[in-house]
């Protein structure tokens, strides 16, 4: 699991909602019975938190940008492997502390597609064929992590590689990359 880096933003809404903790608990302090004081807290406890982790994920989510630069996809034919390299770059205002890649290569050879490829039949088979052989996947996911050490400044840039399988009987693959950044 990877820690995400905290900003003065950040910072700052975690400030702003243990103040609202303190001051909706201290509001609740003042009734008379007891039960109404624990739901009164426990309430301003649940609001704050649900308050603060959304408040978080936003800001993380529109803070934080970086984009693939000068990337180079290569189909190695002898070990049926693909290697993806290329540079990550921070656009975003704010240093980053790790990103997730995510990379999807999606079989478009539609003559390739078997019997059973897109449905099984969970019927009974009356003439006791044996159709036991597993479809080849058309899907290949991979997602790696990139953690850099010291942050990536804002419009700077740090090299990545990502090596993944990509089998022979891919025809007119397609590559789909997703970054995440924090």
């Known amino acids: 699991m990877h820690l995400m880096y905290f900003s003065i933003l950040d910072w700052l809404a975690v400030g702003f909602f243990i103040i609202l903790f303190i ?8 009734a008379k019975k007891s039960s109404i004081v624990l739901s009164g807290i426990f309430a301003s406890f649940l609001v704050s938190t649900f308050g603060g982790v ?14 693939l630069s000068k990337v180079n996809e290569r189909h190695i034919l002898f070990n049926e492997t ?9 656009n975003g205002k704010f240093p ?26 969970g019927g ?7 159709d036991k ?9 991979k997602t790696k992590y990139f953690t850099f050490k010291p942050s990536l400044k804002h419009n700077y840039s740090e090299p990545f590689s990502i090596t993944l ?10 590559i789909i990359k997703k970054l995440y950044c924090h």
């Open 82 to 90: 693909m290697f993806i390299n290329g540079f990550i770059v921070n």
């Open 133 to 141: 052989k597993q479809p080849k996947p058309q899907v290949i996911n």
């Open 124 to 130: 009974f088979n009356i003439f006791g064929g044996k």
């Open 165 to 174: 399988q990509y089998p022979g009987y891919f025809r007119n693959t397609q």
């Open 54 to 67: 959304l408040t978080i994920v936003i800001l993380e989510k529109y803070t934080k940008h970086a984009y």
């Open 96 to 121: 980053l502390n790790y990103c997730k890649l995510e990379v999807k290569l999606i079989n478009n050879d539609r003559n390739k597609y078997s019997k059973g490829t897109f449905f099984k039949s």
């Open 23 to 30: 001051a909706l608990s201290l509001l609740s302090s003042q």
